[in-house]
């Protein structure tokens, strides 16, 4: 007897696996794993997500055109331009639907997101990843990757998990050698944490070329990854394709009701900013001052390193845990020294300093 058999290389996928939220024995965790908010979402997004909530018997608007325009008119974009998604994750998975498939290849930084060589391989395409240099994204090294079989490439800007960002120009110049019909997707899912002047999210890049597309996301600054909301900046045509793939009602009309809360709310979004520029570098000289190797992020998290001799990232995960604070294992992406810990509160960050003092006293 035969059953249905998955397509060949389906099985091969790892899936993907998300930032824990509990530990057994704690009845309240400190989560540092998922580079979420730590002021939540903005109160007129929860009134406008609880006001969306009498109203679940209807469909939501298919092309969430009352969000586009909002976002159309905070960033100062065409809205017939913007295509909205369940996440940004669905839209960096659309890009490769659309343009890659089988026998093609699919290039991304070594250290980029994970979500990047999955989405490869759920259309059958080949992953390619480009080694760094200094646990930043090398220009020269994706260039030389890049070849006819090159479909798209991702470039997250700033870029999960090591915090490192490309500069407007490097940017510029990565898409000027690549091939004209080679898409260059541009993940800009923290742009809103950098005030770097030399730092584009790639607006401009969308603007000027017809093959690049930036993709943004409403789960870190505005505090709504419980709603999997997230958008991209396209050209015309590549909006139509993307427009013609996705699902008829893919964003959700409270998703869509407390993001246009969010976009209006810029007193919270600048708490939140103010919030992470005083504790990214606060957090990150007192880990250093634990002689502990911090890479320098622009992101609302860090990656540190823990040497062998004191057990590693697994020892230091373990005590951690141990102390009720859930960070982020770096094994999958290739970094076994390594943990990724977000920016937390006051009281969350004050007691991972803590926990880590008493790992290496």
């Known amino acids: 007897m035969t059953t249905p058999q998955a397509r060949p290389g389906i099985l091969d996928i790892v899936p993907y696996r998300g930032g824990e939220s509990a530990l057994a024995g704690f009845d309240r965790v400190i989560k540092l794993a998922s580079n979420e908010s730590p002021l939540g979402p903005s109160p007129r997004a929860r009134s406008a997500y609880r006001d969306a909530a009498r109203r679940l018997e209807r469909y939501p608007d298919g092309s969430s055109q009352a969000l586009r325009e909002a976002l159309g008119q905070h960033h100062g974009i065409a809205p017939e331009r913007i295509v909205c998604g369940n996440g940004s994750d669905e839209l960096l998975d659309l890009c490769t ?60 800007n700033p870029n999960n998990p090591t915090g490192s960002y490309l500069t407007a120009e490097e940017v510029v110049r990565l898409r000027e050698g690549l091939p004209a019909d080679t898409l260059l997707v541009v993940d800009a899912a923290y742009a809103e944490y950098v005030g770097r002047n030399d730092y584009t999210s790639g607006l401009e890049l969308v603007e000027r070329y017809d093959n690049v597309v930036m993709t943004r996301t409403f789960s870190k600054i505005y505090g709504l990854a419980a709603l999997r909301l997230g958008w991209a900046y396209c050209p015309p045509d590549i909006a139509d394709v993307l427009n013609r793939l996705r699902e008829p009602f893919n964003v959700t009309a409270p998703a869509q009701a407390a993001g246009i809360a969010a976009l209006a709310d810029a007193a919270h979004r600048e708490s939140a900013r103010a919030h992470n520029d005083t504790w990214l570098p606060r957090l990150s000289e007192a880990v250093r001052d634990l002689g502990l190797e911090v890479l320098p992020s622009v992101a609302n998290f860090i990656l540190v390193r823990f040497p062998a001799t004191r057990g590693g990232a697994p020892a230091a995960d373990a005590h951690l845990r141990g102390e009720g604070i859930i960070v982020r294992d770096m094994r999958p992406y290739g970094l076994p020294d390594c943990l990724r810990i977000t920016i937390g509160r006051a009281a969350e960050n004050r007691a991972l300093i803590a926990s880590l003092r008493r790992l290496m006293a």
Do not use: I, N
């Open 97 to 156: 639907r659309a343009y890659a498939g089988v026998g093609d290849e699919v290039l991304y930084s070594q250290y980029g997101f994970l979500v990047y060589p999955l989405s490869a391989r759920h259309v059958g395409a080949t992953p390619v990843a480009a080694p760094e240099r200094h646990y930043r994204a090398d220009v020269d090294a994706l260039l030389e990757r890049a070849g006819p079989r090159t479909r798209v490439v991702f470039v997250a």
